[in-house]
């Protein structure tokens, strides 16, 4: 902002007539209060320091111009904020009181000067921009990246000078100064670069959807990946300049509504002001009509494509159950060694594959794009996994399960503190049914996260039992009663061999360890025959079986 030596006599004009020396009483204007009068001295201060760098740019050597100019845009800046704070004090003054109309009549000369060289430094950086930008086709490499931060930089100073002007604009209104002047020259410009900025957007848009699309195919293409980011940050850039120059068209009083609709199209999202500005009104209008005109024009193809869908979800769904099908019968095979929980997932696998594969397809043929069905599933997977992380963990803990196989159906299992027979298994829990015919749910994470015992899972289990006999009987007689009932036994194996030895001398009997070996579906017979045997085998032979004994010896004491 190019202030001038004129800027500076006009300002300090009229600064000399609210400070200047008292002349008579009824001649003598009406004192600012103290507070504006020392606002007026300090912004009087920067005036001039503007009106020296004014002269010095004239005077300086071209190379020292720039650096000089950002300088005087800084201290204009900061110019412009003691006049905003100077335009607050002289409002919160009573409407009636003298000294308003003063601090008012010295604001006004500040202000339209002010306003003129504001739009005129506004006009020079246009014309800077436009340099900018024409000088960036012939840049590449770091030159480029430095000509497009300048740009920005000169771009940002600009939206400055815009915000400046703005308040300018509404000190003018709130002191009833005329502004029209003004507005009539900021407003159109302001706009016209806002249609263009959304004008910008929406084919930045079309390019960038199309680069996305090319990318599925080309995804090693270096180039379109460098394309895409160079139009997204370009994108991103544009939408934080179309937010600024809303605001400022707000604060003018101009409808923005349709540019509001703009940032939410583009990705921005809802805002306060966004609803306030009735642009959600505007958007769903525009969508509106767009839907009523597809209705009319496609309704013939979108019933056809309706059809289709259903067709193809129909027919895949009948090729899903005929692929559960063939799979089940393939695990089922002689000679095919899977756990039933592998089966059933494979299966089950199968089916929802071939299901959800026909159902993509069906929404490929009615012509929904299903990159963003997929995003957005994946949001919700994320959401929904996030509130059922019990459920997930018993689902892996279940592919530990499967893939490990530490039981099966049928078997006879101890595990997370219930003992029984498994009857039933998934991703997700397993059902065991109890010894007394109780049915038990257990999650999956509950079992592989303690000891899992398979009592059926070997083809052969040794039969521990312990026999005592008393001190007084023959131990190589009871050995070979012992012996001989194992012998006697359909069900004992040979092989392995079986032990029959003396185990330990308790307190009341001789112990025999008696460990045979037998089928697994054998055990529980086993056992309860040859404990019956042995007790009827010693009764016979003589042999006892003694009761615990201990002596108790009496000391009698005299009184």
């Known amino acids: 902002m190019r202030l001038l030596p004129a800027l500076a006599g006009a300002v300090c004009l009229a600064f000399s007539l609210l400070v200047a020396q008292p002349v008579a009483a009824e001649d003598a204007p009406v004192e600012v209060p103290p507070t ?13 320091a503007l009106g020296t760098l004014d002269k010095q740019i004239e005077q300086a050597p071209e190379r020292y111009r720039d650096s000089l100019v950002n300088r005087r845009d800084d201290r204009a800046f900061r110019a412009l904020q003691e006049l905003g704070r100077m335009g607050q004090a002289v409002l919160s003054l009573p409407e009636n009181d003298p000294q308003r109309d003063a601090g008012r009549q010295f604001l006004e000369g500040y202000l339209n000067i002010a306003g003129e060289r504001v739009l005129s430094r506004i006009g020079t950086l246009e014309d800077t921009i436009d340099q900018a930008f024409a000088r960036l086709d012939g840049l590449s490499g770091a030159e480029r990246i430095e000509g497009e931060a300048r740009v920005h930089a000169l771009q940002g100073l600009r939206y400055r000078y815009y915000s400046a002007l703005v308040e300018i604009i509404k000190a003018c209104r709130g002191l009833s100064l005329a502004s029209d002047s003004m507005v009539e020259r900021f407003q159109p410009m302001l706009q016209m670069q806002t249609e263009a900025m959304v004008g910008r957007m929406e084919y930045t848009g079309i390019a960038l959807r199309d680069l996305r699309a090319r990318q599925s195919l080309e995804k090693d293409n270096a180039d379109l990946k460098t394309a895409i980011a160079t139009l997204s940050r370009q994108q991103k850039t544009d939408l934080q300049h179309l937010t600024t120059m809303i605001g400022l068209l707000e604060q003018l009083g101009v409808q923005t509504q349709e540019f509001r609709a703009v940032l939410v199209q583009q990705g921005q999202g809802l805002s306060l002001a966004t609803l306030e500005s009735g642009a959600i009104t505007t958007l769903l209008e525009e969508t509106w009509d767009t839907v009523r005109d597809s209705l009319v024009t496609r309704v013939p193809n979108f019933l056809f494509n309706l059809l289709v869908f259903f067709v193809i979800v129909v027919a895949f769904y009948m090729l899903g159950r005929v692929a559960r099908r063939g799979i089940r019968a393939a695990c089922e095979r002689p000679g095919v060694k899977m756990s039933t929980l592998h089966k059933n997932t494979l299966v089950s696998i199968t089916g929802g594959l071939v299901t959800l594969m026909g159902l993509l397809i069906a929404l490929a043929q009615m012509g929904i794009s299903l990159g963003p069905m997929l995003a957005g599933l994946g949001v919700a997977g994320f959401i929904v996994g996030f509130a059922l992380q019990d459920t997930l963990g018993n689902f892996a803990a279940g592919g530990m399960i499967l893939i490990y196989r530490p039981f099966d159906v049928d078997d006879y299992v101890e595990v997370a503190g219930v003992a029984g027979l498994v009857k039933k298994m998934s991703l997700v829990s397993t059902t065991i049914a109890t010894i007394d015919n109780q049915i038990l749910v257990v999650p999956n ?36 009663i012992l012996v001989s009932i194992l012998e006697d036994h359909d069900s004992v194996l040979r092989q392995p061999e079986w032990k029959v030895k003396v185990h330990q001398l308790g307190d009341s009997s001789v112990n025999f360890i008696v460990r045979p070996w037998v089928k697994t579906e054998h055990y529980w017979d086993v056992y309860w025959d040859i404990t019956r045997e ?4 010693f009764d016979r032979e003589g042999v006892s079986i003694p009761f615990p004994q201990r002596d108790v010896h009496i000391y009698r004491e005299d009184a």
């Open 445 to 480: 994470s509950k079992i592989w996260g303690d000891v899992i015992k398979n009592v059926t899972s070997q083809k052969l289990r040794r039969v521990d039992m312990v026999f005592g006999i008393s001190y007084g009987d023959d131990i190589e007689k009871a050995e070979k």
């Open 36 to 48: 504006v009068q020392e606002m007026a001295a300090s912004l009087q201060v920067r005036i001039d």
């Open 534 to 537: 042995v007790k009827m085998r």
